[in-house]
């Protein structure tokens, strides 16, 4: 049995972890009210401008041409991932990189070689750069402060590579934040837009009146609405990542409480036994001065 100074040690040890990770969900939680606050706040303006163009895109009595709804065969990929900076949050990074990888199986037909990434957070781009993979692009910082002119920045550029057929699809991948307990991997498909979005439904046209003309409203109305979805979902993993910390170190304090209630047992038994042995050697000795 360990001796009561090493126990003492282990108590003082425990404590002081405890006292670490109980400020560090104090933190993550104020965080995370914010993140709350901010897609919150945001998600509303997104949501309805992406409906306003599906339903333009759908109901529209006019053939258009749209060439970022180009579906052609798959040669090139390019994968938009999202992580975190930091870890101490549970399986938020390792869920991401796992979906990742299932991505990149479901590729089974596409060489490594054309297969790019833009990265959004530490974790997923160094996992992706030591296995070799080509990372086009990384915004780490993006992580710690969404900007949404630099968000503009990589989704006007997978548009530039779409349209010059560099890449044939554009995926998203990220966490959800459903609540500070549940945070649920999203996968989207950025580009090419999706059938469901682009055909048309018989027996229903919405009257629009478009100015100055539908090819421009086109021309703007898709690529604000894509920098939006990116932008929204890296507002919805900062979310995610400052959930699973708070729920992390949560667990953590409490595994903490109950570590220290074991060791204190433990100690107080070690205690008792040593003042036993004590006591004995005390009464063997007086036993032993009587005879």
Same mark, same amino acid.
Do not use: W
């Given at each position: ?48 401008? *992406? ?181 929204? *979902? ?39 036994? *040593? ?17």
């Amino acid at each position: 049995m360990a001796s009561l100074k090493e126990v003492r040690g282990r108590i003082a040890s425990v404590s002081s972890t405890k006292k670490i990770t109980s400020a560090m969900k104090m933190v993550s939680a104020a965080k995370l009210r914010r993140a709350q606050d901010a897609i919150t706040n945001y998600l509303p303006y997104q949501e309805k401008l *992406a409906k306003t163009l599906e339903d333009f895109l759908t109901y529209s009595t006019d053939d258009l041409s749209i060439p970022l709804a180009d579906m052609r065969p798959i040669k090139k990929v390019a994968i938009i991932a999202i992580s975190s900076n930091g870890s101490l949050c549970g399986a938020f990074n390792s869920n991401v990189i796992k979906k990742t990888d299932e991505l990149i199986r479901n590729y089974e037909d596409v060489s490594k070689e054309n297969i790019c990434f833009y990265t959004i957070g530490k974790k997923i781009s160094e996992s992706l750069a030591k296995r070799g993979y080509n990372v086009k692009g990384r915004y780490d910082k993006l992580v710690d402060k969404a900007d949404y002119e630099q968000v503009a920045a990589i989704i006007d550029e997978v548009i530039g590579l779409f349209l010059n057929k560099e890449i044939d699809c554009v995926e998203l991948v990220y966490n959800h934040f459903k609540n500070a307990a549940v945070q649920l991997i999203a996968h989207e498909i950025v580009l090419p837009l999706t059938k469901s979005v682009t055909e048309k439904t018989d027996g229903k046209a919405l009257d629009y009146i478009l100015e100055p003309n539908k090819e421009y409203l086109i021309k703007q109305l898709v690529p604000t609405v894509l920098r939006l979805r990116l932008y929204s *979902a890296i507002l919805d993993s900062i979310a995610a990542e400052h959930g699973a910390r708070t729920t992390a170190m949560q667990t953590a304090t409490d595994n903490a409480e109950d570590l220290i209630f074991d060791l204190k047992l433990k100690y107080n038994k070690a205690r008792q036994e *040593a003042i036993t042995k004590e006591i004995i050697d005390i009464v063997g000795g007086a036993e032993a001065l009587r005879s």
